[in-house]
């Protein structure tokens, strides 16, 4: 998530929606101390979002969609 574009899009701004980095972190804490695997994409996802800083571009999906496949063919 880009926090600084997420800050200035005019649409979260109306409705007063905002989310952190921080909170995201908070919760991938939260996933990784479980016992069921995690597929944490972060780290795929960073600098290419859409203009509103949330959403992701065609490029990241596809390549959550690949990280998410190669998680799961480890798994069997």
């Known amino acids: 998530m880009d926090e600084e574009r997420l800050s200035t899009y005019p649409h979260f701004q109306r409705a007063q929606i905002t989310w952190s980095n921080t909170d995201i972190g908070r919760i991938a804490e939260f996933l990784h101390a479980q016992p069921e695997p995690v597929v944490d994409t972060r780290g795929i996802t960073a600098g ?18 690949v990280t998410v496949v190669h998680a799961l063919a480890e798994l069997s």
């Open 48 to 65: 290419l979002h859409l203009e509103d800083g949330v959403h992701l571009t065609l490029a990241e999906q596809r390549a959550v969609a």
